[in-house]
């Protein structure tokens, strides 16, 4: 019997998932980019990866830091003014997302979609790569001052309720954890559920290689159009056109741009974020360090110390603003004092971002061949092999393990 097909659209983390999952459940696959693999947003993020990554964006009392932040031109959120009145629903729905209810229910669903991540990533990567590209090192979380606000205790909470292993450092002896850290750090979770990849780039591409050991195929042309055809579905490339019988839009925070019809009413926005890499710096963290205060990770890559995160509510077309990334090497020598490093790379990413923090992962309401798997927002990286099985599971129309109804698309328009 013929083996049905699968295109696959983008080859970011969600889409080599995706298609080395499809691969392995005996379809035949072909995963579609302009780019080479992992050249997206998951080029270049903090690496993190975890079954801890439950705590969604928009939390109780956050808004109220939202105006400070805005105004500290060295604070983790920016916005760009001229973008402001087209991103104004997204932030609106974003703070009503942050009430006490919404945000346990999204924390909730993240916890399904990533609570056996590493388990998923050592199925796909075999033991000897996934030992190659991630470490269970846990992440440490750090602070100036001691949780004192309802967003702090609401995060512990949820951390506590879902079972996750933390623990608590206070004042000097945050730095028996961590000696290279400022006294200015008076407070630090080390959440040892979580753990990170030393290349974000190399873990796509091995999982590319693996969905090719499968048989399957990395083709690398621009999809223009996904319409339906006499067979199922078709791709309309720059090069050519695919028949397929199932296509799983994976493009990150080009979605909405590609499937402009279907998906005008989705709450998808583009959150940017940007890296610093040091390339020889005088120390390397044990693992990655977190700042609360400042919204980045110092994560201890194999090409130097990578200091990445902040927001910049950009749009898609804006170019990018280096200056975000000097604020990034700025905050870290507030962290850690005696930093210096000789070599650095700067690079910018677009997160596909729901104002809720969930991605939306359902088959097309209009096309039923068509699926989509986008919007991981900060939790790419964690909810990507959790996508591909729910994504299986629906084409293969076998059951899901998870309740699926937070990534549905009702809930995301
Ligand atoms: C600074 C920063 C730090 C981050 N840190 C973390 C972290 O520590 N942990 C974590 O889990 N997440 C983190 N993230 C988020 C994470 O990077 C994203 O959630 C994740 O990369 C999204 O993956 P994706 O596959 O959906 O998108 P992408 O990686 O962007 O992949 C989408 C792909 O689709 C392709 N594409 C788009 N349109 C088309 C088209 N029409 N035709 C063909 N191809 C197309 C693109 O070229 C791209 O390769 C961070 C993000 C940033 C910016």
Known sequence: MKKKNVVVIGAGIVGSCCALRMACEGYSVTLLDNLKPGNGCSFGNAGGISSASIIPMAIPGIWKKVPAWLFDSDGPLSVRWRHLLKVSPWLLRWIMESGEDRSTYSSKALKDLNHDVLNQYKKMLGTVNFNNLIRTTGHLHVFKQKPSSKGDFFVKRIREE?????????????????????????????????????????????????????GGNFVQDHAKEVVASEYGVKVITRLSALEADYVVICAGALSKELMKKDLSKVKLENERGYHV?????????????????YKFFSTPMEDGLRLAGTVEISGLRALPDWSRADILLRNAKRIFPDLSASGSEVWFGDRPSFPSSIPLIDVSPVHENIFYAFGHGHYGMSGAPGTAEIIANMIKGKPQKVDISPFSYSKHI
Not at 277 to 293: A, C, Q
Request: aromatic share 12%.
């Open 162 to 214: 879902a079972g996750i292993c933390f623990e608590e450092f206070f004042d000097r002896d945050v730095n028996v954890v961590e000696p290279s850290l400022s006294k200015e750090v008076k407070y630090a979770i080390l959440i040892n559920d979580a753990s990170y990849t030393v290349s974000p780039h190399r873990l796509v591409n091995t999982l590319v290689e693996a969905f090719e050991e499968m």
């Open 277 to 293: 890499n040091l390339v020889s710096p005088n120390f390397m963290p044990n693992f990655p360090i977190v700042s609360g205060d």
